[in-house]
């Protein structure tokens, strides 16, 4: 059976022609995760403690300042600043969750969001963007739908894609029916291709 994650699916939802086989293919032929070529561990990691262990945006900014690998760190520190400066005020409550997966058509997309996080008396199921090309709309309406379909009734009011370069919460702005009908064929797309690349 195909694996992959909703943050690569939704990069191959919503793309087409030969870029859209690239990206499945890529997938299918990606090596095992390995700690060390993870570029955002560190820094994702220290993000979950802040919230989780209630160490403060200080705890973020002192692991982005300690980080060892010199090619990392001026990014890590931007970062950081960033995703403090999103924070800002908002008196934060940490949840806990899981993550969790989405079959279809013989295809296990695996959920990650990071956080989950209570603030204005909302709970946001969120998942953190780190790239440094920013996230589109669409791209967020994919992952978006995915989360709700997959954790609805568990007690989140909202689920949401953090930019964190550009400060920026996405939430849902598609059609509900129109994305259920887009999974099943996006699943059923890359089921088809999986075998041949």
Not at 85 to 90: D, F, H
């Amino acid at each position: 059976m195909a694996q992959l994650f909703f943050k690569e699916f939704s990069d191959i939802a919503v793309s087409s022609g030969q870029p859209k086989l690239t990206m499945i293919r890529k997938e299918k032929h990606k090596p095992p995760y390995q700690p060390a070529g993870d570029y955002y561990k560190q820094l994702r990691e220290a993000i979950v403690e802040a919230h989780e262990q209630s160490l403060g945006q200080v705890h973020i900014t002192s692991e982005a300042n300690g980080c060892p690998n010199p090619k990392r760190k001026g990014n890590y520190i931007a970062l950081a600043n960033a995703y403090n400066k999103w924070w800002g005020k908002k008196a934060i409550t940490s949840h806990p969750h899981q993550k969790d997966t989405f079959s279809a058509n013989g295809i296990d997309i695996t959920l990650n969001p990071e956080l989950c996080l209570e603030w204005s008396g909302h709970k946001h199921l969120v998942k953190l963007y780190f790239n440094q090309e920013a996230m589109t709309q669409a791209r967020a309406n994919y992952m978006i739908h995915l989360m709700d379909v997959v954790y609805s009734g568990r007690g989140i009011n909202e689920f949401n894609v953090l930019d964190i370069k550009k400060g920026k919460l996405f939430s849902f702005t598609g059609s509900a029916a129109n994305f259920t009908i887009g999974l099943s064929a996006e699943t059923a797309f890359i089921a088809a291709a999986w075998p041949s690349l």
